[in-house]
DNA sequence: CCAAAAGTGTTGAAATTACACCCATGT
DNA sequence: ACATGGGTGTAATTTCAACACTTTTGG
C-alpha cells in the first residue's frame, strides 16, 4: 500500500477500539472489564480494546483482542458509534469505535480471562473506567434496550438450549423490570421463531422447564420480510 | 500534542467524514450529490467529505466542509457509521465516518452549492459514486426510515412553518407509501408539539392549508420524559 | 405432603386501521 | 359553477395490559 500525494497533507492519527462486552449470568447482566497491567493507565480499569493496524478492518481488531482474552471466535458485535473528542486521549490524538458484543457467558474461557485481569461487573456495581469508556457503557446499554425491542437479541446472550423463564430474566434484566410470564410468553412464542424441544432442564425447578432453540431458518425469512420482533 | 512512547509501535491512517446530505423538496426526498473537481476520483460523483483534522473532532470536520458548501451552520447532522474497509481507499488505508443531514432545501446558498459543482438528486436516480459511498447512502436511508418513526425529524427537513399535508407528504416520502390523512393528522397532532399558526399557505390550493410550527419546549420535555413519537 | 417454579386464558382498555364526504376559494 | 386540495368522525379490528390458579415433582 502506497500513499498518494494528494493524501500526505491530511493528518494520520491513532484509530483504536473498544469492546462492550455484554454477557448474561443467571439472571444478571454482566459486563467484562478489566484492570489494565500495561501503559498507560496501569492498574485502572478499563474496557478491552485495541489499536487498529493497517492491515486489518475495525471488527478484526475487536474480533482479535476478544479471541485474545475470552478465547471466543464469531461472537456477535456491532459496532456503536465512534468516540472523537479532540482530547479525549492524552496521550494523541485517538478515535475509538465502540463495539459491543454479547456472548454467552458460559462459553468463554474462564482461565484465559483471569490471566488477562479480566472480571465481569454488574452494570450498576461498574468501577470508574479510564477515559470515556464509562460513557461508552452506557452508549452500549442505550442500544441494547433499543435493540433488544426489534431482534430476539436472546439468540446471542443464552446458551443454545435455553428455557423460556430464562429468556425472560434475560428481557427482564435488560429492561430492569418484572414481566408478566403470561403476556411474554404469548408474544415470544407468536413470532414462530422458537422450537420446544424435549428436554427440560431440571436445574432451577422441581417441576422442569423445557428447552427450546432458535429456528434459524424461520428467523432469517421473517427478518427478510422487514418483520420485527417487539417484546 | 506530543506523542507517548507506547503509542509510536502502532499504526496511523486518516480518518474521513462523508455526509449524506437530505433535503426534501417539493414532496420529494433528494440528496446532495457533488461532482469531484480535485483528485482523486476527479469528474466522478462522491458525496461531500473531507479528513479529519488533528485538531477537529469528527463532526466538527463534517459541519466545516458542509458549511463551505451550503453556506449553513447548525445543521441536523447525525452519526451513521464507520466504514473501514482496508482496502476501501485505493490511495492508502482510510477510515470513513458517515453522518447523514437534513437540511431544509430552501435554506441552502444555491450559488455556493453550484459553485462545489453539487447537485440534488433523488434516491432512485442517484448516479453511481465513488467508492462505497452508494452503501452509504442506502445506509443512511435505512437509518433515516427508522428514525422517522421516533422522533419528528420534519422539524430538521421543513422550513419553520409548514403545513399539515406537507408534513404528510415527507413521511410519505420517506416510506415510500401513501398514508390516510385523517389517520396522519390524528397522529401528529396527538402529540401536542404543533402549534396551529393563524396564516395560511394557498401556494398548493385554492382553499389553503393552515401553517404550523413546532413547540420546541414541548417536545424537548417529552424527550425528556422518553417519549416516542411514531407515525 | 409441601414448597417452588412452570405453565396456562380471559377480559377490558387502548391503539390502529379503514373508510367518504363537505369545505373554502380562485378562476 | 366548478375544480382542487384541505379538512373532518366513526366503527371494526387488533394489540396490549392486567389479572390468579393449577401442575409437577424432589425432598
Known amino acids: 500500500m502506497w500513499e498518494k500525494d494528494y493524501y500526505e497533507v491530511h493528518d494520520k492519527m491513532y484509530i483504536g477500539t473498544d469492546c462492550i462486552i455484554f454477557g448474561f449470568d443467571n439472571g444478571v447482566l454482566k459486563l467484562l472489564i478489566f484492570k489494565r497491567r500495561i501503559e498507560p493507565n496501569v492498574g485502572e480499569y478499563s474496557l478491552i480494546g485495541s489499536f487498529v493496524k493497517l492491515e486489518e478492518s475495525i471488527s478484526n481488531a475487536a474480533s482479535r483482542v476478544l479471541h485474545e482474552i475470552t478465547g471466543l471466535q464469531n461472537v456477535f458485535m456491532e459496532e456503536l458509534k465512534t468516540y472523537n473528542a479532540v482530547e479525549r486521549d ?43 469508556h464509562n460513557q461508552m457503557v452506557e452508549d452500549a446499554m442505550a442500544r441494547l434496550r433499543r435493540k433488544a425491542k426489534y431482534q430476539p437479541i436472546g439468540l446471542e446472550l443464552l446458551p443454545e438450549k435455553f428455557t423460556l423463564p430464562q429468556l425472560q430474566s434475560l428481557y427482564e434484566a435488560i429492561y430492569q423490570r418484572k414481566m408478566d410470564s403470561r403476556n411474554f410468553r404469548k408474544k415470544v412464542l407468536s413470532f414462530g421463531v422458537l422450537i420446544k424441544l424435549e428436554e427440560k432442564d431440571k436445574t432451577s425447578s422441581r417441576k422442569g422447564a423445557f428447552y427450546y432453540k432458535f429456528d434459524y431458518e424461520k428467523y432469517k425469512e421473517l427478518l427478510a420480510q422487514g418483520i420485527y420482533f417487539v417484546v
Do not use: N
Open 90 to 132: 492524552p496521550g494523541f490524538r485517538c478515535v475509538s469505535v465502540g463495539q459491543y458484543a454479547l456472548i454467552r457467558i458460559d462459553d468463554y474461557d474462564k482461565d484465559l480471562v483471569e490471566k488477562h485481569g479480566a472480571m465481569w461487573y454488574t452494570f450498576d456495581e461498574l468501577p470508574d473506567l479510564v477515559l470515556d
